[in-house]
């Protein structure tokens, strides 16, 4: 049996087919977000959120990507603030960055037509969403 490695820093789906790395879908998550379309979608984050080295510039903070460009993107840009009152104004330039540097260029370039963003925006346990039209 072939021994296969944990795709650490490995950030495109493709990297991680071509290769021996283990794989876990979860494409039925993205599917299950869309068909929802509730009011409130609550993401969880870990204890010390931020960005890292790896994230790199230039790249939104999570996608979820389904594998074939017949399926649906899920973009998501995430901010912390630091008081209550400031949640939706950090929405607001998550959603600004999300349109500023057009990450969905990528997923359009590559044939998917349903790409959804939203802005998500935390304080302390607290967190507010919105979508990117």
């Keep these: 049996m072939e021994q296969k490695a944990i795709p650490i820093g490995v950030e495109f789906y493709k990297d991680i087919v071509d290769k021996p790395y283990y794989y876990i879908d979860k494409t039925l998550l993205v599917k299950e977000l869309i068909d929802k379309s509730s009011k409130v979608t609550l993401f969880t ?8 080295r790896e994230s790199g510039e230039g790249r939104p903070d999570i996608v979820l990507e389904y594998p074939s460009s017949q399926g649906s993107v899920v973009i998501l840009e995430l ?21 500023k540097r ?5 997923w359009r370039n590559e044939g ?11 304080y302390k346990k607290e967190c507010m969403i919105k979508i990117c039209k």
């Design 45 to 52: 984050r870990p204890r010390r959120f931020g960005k890292t």
């Design 79 to 99: 901010k912390v603030v630091k008081r209550y009152q400031d949640m939706e104004t950090g929405c607001d330039t998550a959603i600004h960055q999300l349109e």
């Design 102 to 106: 057009d990450y969905a260029a990528h």
């Design 112 to 122: 998917y037509t349903d790409i959804i963003q939203y802005g998500i925006c935390f």
